[in-house]
């Protein structure tokens, strides 16, 4: 079944308008590891080589709804297999990181190299599959993991949406495990400082960012499996929607912490004709910034 020329426009217009928000969500992050050498430590590292993995994602998006078995269809079927999964698999290891910081207290900032095989090789890997079995096809309204056979169907749960349910589960484990770590190691004391207040109510965001993107992603192709051939617009229209939503999201939440606002202040600072930016920038003089060569994961700190 396909949709009319009405319906994948309209798909394809919020889309590319929630894409390009998380696009330049994304872009200010690496913008800013690239622009500030203050911020390369080892967890915004991290988050910098996610916010790629959302790029990467959204190119994939703006290729709109290519013809079924044309190069430019297969080709964004891999792109979007490799790079959401990708984005999903840095998620997870920013809370594995995160946990074994501070449950641990593990140095983690030379496990890079493994960090970047997980995040980029596995899916890479995982995403030259379903080529073996010509599995990139037209899904509906762009081109993905076809579920016009079995091993489509198998592809598609075995690689993506089991990992991702997976990353959830996990994620949603690690927060549990900090927030308890952290509200007992201060329980003697007379107040929990606020950088570990503001860690325990924003680490709750990271697995709700997944379930929110992804919901009804999973309800969609839950319905392609039990009805294939018959495509429902309006859960189309829900997942191309909250999915476009992830870069922004993932921005706001890991990347938007005190020591890359006060980065920005600083800079916009020098420049006269931007200075009136400042103050709207710049963190509440609570937020203290990173200190250069200063790696806030490993000293129980966050990547907010």
Known sequence: ????????????GFTLTLSAVSFIGASLIIVSYVLFPPLRTNSFTLVTLMSLADILVIISYFLGDPTSGTGLCTFQGLLQQFAELSSILWST?????????????????????????????????????????????????????????????????????????SAIGFNSYSVYIVRKGLKSAFAGADEMPKKY???????????????????????????????????????????????????ALNAVAYGAQGSVREEWARWLSDRPRMGWLVEKVRPPMTEAPVAEGEDDLSTDETVL
């Open 1 to 12: 079944m396909t949709f009319t020329s009405t319906q994948d426009s309209l798909i394809l």
């Open 197 to 247: 207040k503001d860690l325990i109510n924003k680490l709750k965001w990271y697995p709700i960012i997944l379930v929110f993107c992804w919901f009804w992603g999973t309800v969609n192709r839950l319905q392609n499996a039990f009805n294939p051939g018959n495509e429902v617009f309006w859960l189309y229209f829900m997942q191309a929607f909250f999915r476009s939503t992830q870069g």
């Open 93 to 165: 290891i920013i809370a594995w990181t995160l946990y074994t910081a501070v449950v641990h207290r593990r140095d983690t900032s030379k496990m890079l190299h493994k960090f970047v095989v997980v995040g980029f090789g596995v899916p890479f890997l995982l995403a030259l599959f379903p080529l073996t079995t010509t599995s990139y096809d037209n899904t509906g309204a762009w081109c993905w993991i076809t579920a016009d056979d079995v091993a489509g169907q198998l592809w598609r749960w075995l690689i993506f949406y089991g990992p991702l349910w």
